[in-house]
């Protein structure tokens, strides 16, 4: 039985691996595909089944039939870049506060309020987008860069305290301690002596908030008309009643392609272990 157990544990990471990339790997080999390659039936080796064309790529950035889809991946980056930010630092002070301090008003306890960031993210999208469109439409703020920020942080934000509190909690409080001996203040002691040693957790948060962040497409497309457009709207008025298999499937490559890098970047910065030496 011992002998079994790695070859059963390659095999099923071996059926996960194809399960996962299986898509991806139809996708790359229908985005080099014309019309009839695609409505000719299953084929998957070019050159032999199927001559590989590039019209898919072309059509994404601003070929016949296409879009350009370069002006939304600016903005989808603007937006996931600048509201991921607003919440890595918001989100990270108020988890702080929540880990090392202990807060009661009346029955209102710390976990209550961690549980009431958490219940932000169960609260289905289409309660809150009538609420958001009217605040952005009072403040003058619809259809633009900056409230569609804004809107978003309010996603994000639970996220990054919920991630923070669970990795601040598992910092040893005597590095806290240290740091008031050394002469550090409450809000010195987070910037200089915990936050060095929070780059996995922060890695963590920040990942969250740019997947979710980067794939938000109801709120983009309540909040924006015709002055801003995302990635994942520029995708979706693609499709039509005859669905350009080769166009969407290039498109959706192309939109998945700076999380799939980000993530192999970010990987270094998961490993754990940083707190060695960090208690005298």
Same mark, same amino acid.
């Given at each position: 039985?011992p002998?079994?157990?790695?070859?059963?544990?390659?095999?099923?990471?071996?059926?996960? =691996?194809?399960?996962?990339?299986?898509?991806?790997?139809?996708?790359?080999? !229908?985005?080099?595909?014309?019309?009839n =390659?695609?409505?000719?039936?299953?084929?998957?080796?070019?050159?032999?089944?199927?001559? %590989?064309?590039?019209?898919?790529?072309?059509?994404?950035?601003?070929?016949?039939?296409?879009? &350009?889809?370069?002006?939304?991946?600016?903005?989808s980056?603007? #937006? !996931? #870049?600048?509201?991921?930010?607003?919440?890595?630092?918001?989100?990270?002070?108020?988890?702080?506060?929540?880990?090392?301090f202990?807060?009661?008003?009346?029955?209102?306890?710390?976990?209550?309020?961690?549980f009431?960031?958490?219940?932000?993210?169960?609260?289905?999208?289409v309660?809150l987008?009538v609420?958001?469109?009217?605040?952005?439409q009072?403040?003058?703020?619809?259809?633009t860069?900056?409230?569609l920020?804004?809107v978003?942080?309010?996603l994000?934000?639970?996220? =990054?305290?919920?991630? +923070?509190v669970?990795?601040?909690?598992?910092? %040893?409080?005597?590095?806290?301690?240290?740091? +008031?001996? &050394?002469g550090c203040? %409450?809000?010195t002691a987070?910037?200089?002596?915990i936050?060095?040693?929070?780059?996995?957790?922060?890695t963590?948060?920040?990942?969250?908030?740019?997947?979710?962040g980067?794939? &938000?497409?109801?709120?983009?497309?309540?909040l !924006?008309?015709?002055?801003?457009?995302?990635?994942?709207?520029?995708?979706? =008025?693609?499709?039509?009643?005859?669905?350009?298999?080769?166009?969407l499937?290039?498109?959706?490559?192309?939109?998945?392609s %700076?999380?799939?890098?980000l993530?192999?970047?970010?990987?270094?910065?998961?490993s754990k272990?940083?707190?060695?030496?960090?208690?005298?």
């Amino acid at each position: 039985m011992p002998r079994l157990y790695p070859a059963f544990k390659y095999t099923v990471i071996a059926l996960w =691996a194809c399960f996962v990339a299986g898509p991806f790997m139809w996708a790359a080999t !229908t985005s080099f595909k014309d019309a009839n =390659a695609v409505q000719g039936g299953a084929t998957y080796l070019p050159w032999l089944q199927y001559e %590989p064309t590039a019209t898919g790529w072309r059509n994404i950035f601003g070929g016949s039939g296409g879009v &350009d889809v370069l002006g939304p991946f600016l903005n989808s980056a603007l #937006v !996931t #870049v600048a509201a991921s930010a607003i919440s890595l630092v918001l989100g990270s002070l108020a988890a702080y506060g929540l880990s090392r301090f202990r807060y009661r008003a009346g029955f209102v306890k710390n976990s209550d309020i961690v549980f009431f960031f958490v219940s932000q993210r169960i609260m289905p999208p289409v309660v809150l987008v009538v609420p958001f469109f009217y605040l952005l439409q009072v403040a003058g703020l619809l259809d633009t860069v900056p409230g569609l920020v804004i809107v978003t942080v309010a996603l994000l934000l639970p996220i =990054a305290v919920w991630v +923070m509190v669970d990795f601040f909690n598992g910092i %040893p409080r005597e590095i806290d301690e240290m740091a +008031m001996l &050394d002469g550090c203040n %409450p809000l010195t002691a987070f910037t200089r002596a915990i936050l060095p040693n929070s780059l996995p957790g922060l890695t963590v948060a920040a990942m969250f908030c740019a997947v979710f962040g980067w794939n &938000d497409f109801f709120f983009a497309f309540r909040l !924006t008309f015709t002055e801003i457009q995302t990635l994942p709207q520029a995708i979706v =008025a693609l499709n039509s009643s005859i669905p350009p298999w080769w166009t969407l499937s290039a498109a959706a490559l192309f939109g998945i392609s %700076p999380l799939v890098l980000l993530a192999i970047w970010v990987e270094r910065y998961l490993s754990k272990g940083n707190l060695s030496g960090a208690i005298r």
